[in-house]
């Protein structure tokens, strides 16, 4: 790990002028990634500003009827949040599929959002990589990508993006709220703050230097229900092979609105418009279902070894979909921990 310099902080501009000042400067939230990716070499910061003090930490209701959730609200405390469970059960579902409970404990909202993708070929500062250095070759396309895109991937890249919470919150309609330098501020949607790989892979984000997620920001709950599914190879401490989060309004039998998203898929969250473009109208029938996802994974284009994706995908958002049409409502479990209470272990990282 090579050397930096590293401040702390006490509010918001001062943060943001740090970095802003700083070509090499990096925010540090919880460090659940970009520690593991400063370690391994991959990247290499000259100065670390330290946000994880900074007062970002509360889930408040807005006057639209929504919730607001600081950028440094906790992955734990915010599955838990009985607003969270309540109002939007995918979100809660997606954050507590990830990860492993003490690096939920760590792991912050703005944080989780800017993860960077697990590529081994990315992580491997001895391989060539583009999206690590531009205009080195993607080896993955020929080599090892079975857990990789299959859809909105480019010669230069074929990574996913990791993260569950994103795909949830893809979903649900959120958006970013963004501060930055002369106390500029913006609002992004979540399903364009990433971006797909093109001939830039280097840049997983439409955020700038010295921009500061300050919250994420959930538009009041739509009619229906929600639920996130993750399919991955082993029960717990994996990343998605497929994962889909869905917001299903069925009346008489017929589907009156939805929204549905694809995580382990693509560069980023992948927002099926296509998908819900057929769904609305249709019966609320697994054969609906079924064509709707098949109008949007027609543009999937699998690589040698990835191409089970395709059907996993579909058969997942079947499911998922089924289950929030059927009378019962969603055949998940409950999602975490009862409201009100707090996971055990530590509740704080850097």
């Known amino acids: 790990?090579?050397?930096?310099?590293?401040?702390?902080?006490?509010?918001?501009?001062?943060?943001?002028?740090?970095?802003?000042?700083?070509?090499?400067?990096?925010?540090l939230g919880g460090g659940t990634n970009l520690v593991d990716l400063m370690k391994l070499g991959v990247a290499a910061p000259g100065?670390?500003?330290?946000?994880s003090g900074l007062p970002l930490t509360e889930v408040t209701p807005t006057p639209e009827g929504g919730l607001s959730v600081g950028a440094n609200v906790r992955n734990s405390d915010l599955a838990a949040h009985p607003l969270v469970r309540a109002r939007y059960p995918a979100l809660s579902q997606a954050l507590l599929a990830g990860a492993s409970?003490?690096?939920?404990?760590?792991?912050?909202?703005?944080?989780?959002?800017l993860q960077r993708t697990r590529c081994l070929y990315f992580q491997d500062v001895g391989k060539p990589c583009n999206k690590r250095e531009p205009g080195t070759g993607c080896p993955?396309?020929?080599?090892?990508?079975?857990?990789?895109?299959?859809?909105?991937?480019s010669a230069h890249c074929v990574a996913t993006h990791p993260s569950d919470m994103a795909v949830a919150l893809a979903a649900l309609d959120a958006v970013v709220r963004l501060r930055g330098p002369d106390e500029s501020e913006r609002t992004v949607p979540v399903t364009d703050f990433h971006r797909l790989p093109g001939d830039s892979p280097e840049r997983d984000t439409v955020i700038e230097h010295g921009e500061l997620i300050t919250a994420v920001e959930l538009p009041a709950p739509a009619p229906g229900?929600?639920?996130?599914?993750?399919?991955?190879?082993?029960?717990?401490?994996?990343?998605a092979l497929v994962s889909v989060a869905a917001a299903l309004d069925v009346r008489g039998g017929a589907v009156r609105s939805a929204r549905l998203a694809f995580g382990g898929l693509a560069h980023k969250p992948w927002r099926a418009r296509a998908a819900e473009e057929?769904?609305?109208?249709?019966?609320?029938?697994e054969e609906s279902f079924g064509r709707a996802a098949d109008a949007e994974l027609s543009a999937a284009e699998p690589?040698?070894?990835?191409?089970?994706?395709?059907?996993?995908?579909?058969?997942?958002?079947?499911?998922?979909?089924a289950s929030l049409a059927a009378p019962g409502g969603p055949d998940a479990p409950a999602a975490g921990p009862a409201p009100g209470t707090r996971p055990p272990g530590p509740n704080s990282g850097s």
Not at 101 to 113: D, F, S, V
Not at 226 to 235: E, N, Q
């Open 1 to 27: 790990m090579k050397s930096f310099s590293y401040v702390r902080p006490s509010d918001v501009d001062t943060a943001i002028a740090a970095v802003a000042a700083d070509p090499a400067g990096s925010y």
């Open 47 to 51: 100065l670390l500003v330290d946000v």
């Open 101 to 113: 409970g003490q690096l939920r404990n760590a792991a912050t909202t703005g944080g989780n959002l």
């Open 140 to 153: 993955a396309r020929e080599g090892v990508h079975r857990d990789l895109a299959v859809l909105g991937h």
């Open 225 to 239: 229900r929600s639920a996130y599914r993750k399919a991955r190879d082993r029960a717990s401490y994996a990343f």
């Open 278 to 285: 057929a769904l609305v109208g249709a019966e609320a029938t």
């Open 303 to 321: 690589l040698r070894d990835n191409a089970f994706k395709v059907e996993l995908a579909r058969n997942l958002a079947v499911r998922v979909l």
